[in-house]
């Protein structure tokens, strides 16, 4: 384990430009190891993008089918009357979950505006693929996971963490890491504090099954630490983090070529995790230049919450510095 050469991944990552600031965690079941801030204050507010998705929306439906008002056979159909045709008709919460549902990734055209228009427009649009005959990593099926859970979406941040939240207060926002829009983005040519940088979501509001989600690298350590013990066996957990529950959400899709579990990505010696983890390492990225990873076997999670979404740099140069920062960390 190397803290040291795992800081020098992050400080030479700001030096290069790939992001201007960020916050680093690394704890284990007993708790917090390392943590540090880079170019911002350990307490800033970052815009999760899609940890949303496992946040938020995958323990929301979490707790709804722990608390027996959700199956994950339940057809999509039931939800949502839109959602018609005979390739649909099987579509399962488990198939959004695995993002194996046939949905493309976005839509063609510009967001709608409101739920009503984005809900119309994913349940008429063409599937791209026969559902489970593979996977492919959709916004859209996790926006209609979020209307699915909208009752309790806002809710389910653990123990109502103020510093893990939809929507900042005013106050919180000024502890925002900056985001900037997109070129597509009718939003473009302003500074983003504390308004979600996606614009999907933020065409609903700001609060979506996707994304939405701001929050600090010590919230996302705490959420981390409850699932890492969940995951080991511990009972004592708050519901829905039953050993049973998190072992079936955290299991590999059996869809052909697929990395996914529900809701979460599972290691690959390619991903984002690195080469060093073990294969029942979980974990997920966020487009604004956010990570987090759970590895059970190794007891430890990891945590890097970056803006890179700032006039910063690429994918492939933030999805380097996970790699390094994982690998380097570990030894």
């Not at 739920?115 to 008429?124: A, N, S, V, Y």
Request: charge should be negative.
């Amino acid at each position: 384990m190397s803290a040291d050469a795992a800081r020098q991944v992050i400080e030479d990552g700001v030096r290069r430009g790939v992001f201007p600031s960020a916050v680093a965690e690394v704890g284990t079941s007993d708790g917090l190891e390392w943590r540090q801030a880079f170019g911002a204050a350990a307490d800033t507010l970052f815009d999760l993008a899609s940890l949303t998705k496992v946040i938020a929306t995958t323990t929301a439906v979490m707790a709804r089918v722990h608390g027996g008002t959700l199956r994950l056979n339940q057809r999509v159909a039931e939800f949502f009357p839109e959602w018609q045709g005979a390739e649909r008709e099987a579509v399962t919460v488990r198939d959004l979950l695995e993002h194996a549902s046939g949905l493309s990734a976005r839509l063609i055209d510009a967001p709608p505006e409101g739920r009503r228009e984005f809900e119309h427009e994913i349940c008429t649009l063409k599937l791209e693929y026969s559902p489970r005959s593979k996977s492919v990593y959709s916004d859209l099926g996790f926006i209609l996971l979020g209307f699915l859970v909208s009752d309790t979406l806002t809710k389910i941040v653990p123990v109502s963490d103020t510093e893990l939240r939809f929507l900042p207060t005013p106050d919180l926002r000024a502890r925002c890491a900056p985001t900037t829009p997109m070129r597509e983005d009718v939003r473009r040519g302003r500074i983003l504090r504390g308004e979600v940088h996606d614009n999907y979501a933020a065409a609903l509001g700001g609060v979506a099954g996707h994304a939405g989600l701001f929050g600090t690298a010590a919230a996302v350590g705490a959420f981390a630490h409850t699932v890492l013990r969940a995951a080991r066996g511990d009972r004592m957990q708050p519901p829905p983090f039953t050993p049973e529950l998190v072992a079936e959400f955290t299991t590999k899709s059996t869809i052909p070529g697929s990395s996914r579990a529900l809701g979460w990505d599972t290691m690959l010696p390619t991903s984002s995790c690195g080469t060093r983890m073990s294969p029942r390492a979980i974990g997920h990225v966020g487009f604004t230049g956010t990570s987090l990873w759970i590895d059970p076997e190794q007891d430890r999670y990891f945590v890097l919450l970056t803006n890179r979404a700032h006039d910063a740099g690429t994918l492939d140069e933030m999805r380097d510095v996970r790699r390094s920062f994982h690998d380097t960390y570990i030894g």
